[in-house]
């Protein structure tokens, strides 16, 4: 295949976010989304009112039996995922599917062996790495421009909306996890921890604190929460020249800032300049730098790099590997 060529798609689901998938598919001049699928009935007018050159229906068979249909973008609930996405892969169909690619980390990695035997791309939707101020900040830490990375939080908070299917970690958190995942050069850590409490339904966990030790001391804090009275979207990244905030809400996606705590030698007693065991310690607080950044829309891009990796065999950066990382630790 080249870049020249279109793939066609079928889309099963169009409820919370699968409009958002299907206006990005719809947009795109590298595929022709053929087929959408969703059990329930409003949807499905819901699709046929906007896009009337679209096949809806009802059945999920229906696209994995047409030869035609060379790809499958699966929104659906995550219980749901793991089945439709062998059943699509062994219909020979590659296969973009809603984050989190599947419930457990066994899960993944047969969904990434039956990929590879077949030669096709098995792909997890975690859109943030496409994500051009996210993208923008790994450049900053790859750079050394923030220095060595200390530690990284970050708060994805909101007053609803109120899941039962999953519970606020494996709703909200698979964005940070896969973002810090990104950021770091897709590390294995080194400790995970969950706290976590059920407050409107017994057994889901309305906000969870997640810490997370990765190799060379860097120490991670994921803080999410369904039941918040703000709608925050923030990460902070700390690093020894400088720190950087990504706002995912704000004007100004990214600031950088040039503060920190410096070490300084200072003379010992009876001015013995051999003894370096005398320090203070020196705040220092430079420029906030707001950097301009050519912003896309996400899905748009995650979306050309699914097309890429089918029509030019672009290394998919979201695949069973990365899912398989994020999912280990989403299980925790």
């Known amino acids: 295949m080249t870049k020249n060529a279109v793939t066609n798609i079928a889309q099963i689901g169009v409820g919370y976010w699968g409009p958002n998938l299907l206006r990005n598919l719809v947009a795109n001049a590298r595929c022709k989304v053929r087929t959408v699928v969703d059990q329930a009935e409003d949807r499905r007018k819901y699709v046929e009112g906007l896009y009337p050159g679209v096949k809806v229906v009802a059945d999920s ?60 791309v098995a792909m997890v939707g975690h859109t943030f790495i496409y994500n051009a101020a996210v993208r923008y900040l790994k450049k900053l830490i790859d750079s050394g421009e923030l220095g060595e990375v200390r530690y990284i939080y970050s708060q994805r908070l909101n007053l609803g909306r109120i899941r039962s299917d999953v519970d606020a970690l494996w709703n909200l958190a698979p964005h940070d996890i896969s973002i810090l995942q990104y950021l770091l050069g897709d590390p294995d850590p080194v400790q995970c921890t969950r706290h976590g409490m059920a407050f409107i339904q017994p057994g889901v966990d309305d906000v969870v604190f997640l810490n997370i030790v990765y190799p060379n001391r860097i120490m991670a804090n994921i803080h999410v929460s369904w039941l918040d009275p703000s709608k925050i979207r923030c990460m902070t990244v700390v690093g020894s020249k400088k720190m950087a905030v990504y706002d995912d809400v704000a004007d100004h ?45 996400p899905l748009g891009q995650e979306i050309n790099h699914f097309l890429d990796c089918i029509q030019l065999g672009t290394e998919c950066m979201t695949g069973s590997k990365h899912a398989a990382k994020v999912t280990a630790i989403l299980a925790t």
Do not use: C, N, W
């Open 253 to 297: 996606k990214i600031a950088i800032y040039d503060k920190g705590i410096d070490k300084v030698a200072v003379l010992g007693k009876d001015m013995d300049f051999d003894y370096t065991d005398f320090f203070k310690f020196q705040h220092r607080s430079g420029d906030v730098l707001f950097p301009k950044i050519d912003f896309k829309e």
């Open 61 to 120: 068979a229906d696209p994995l039996k047409d030869p035609t249909i060379e790809a499958v973008v699966i929104a659906t609930p995550v219980a749901t995922h793991f089945d439709l996405v062998v059943k699509a892969l062994e219909a020979g169909k590659h296969v973009l599917v809603e984050k989190p690619m599947a419930t457990t980390v066994a899960e993944v990695e047969t969904i990434g062996e039956l990929a590879k035997r077949k030669g096709l």
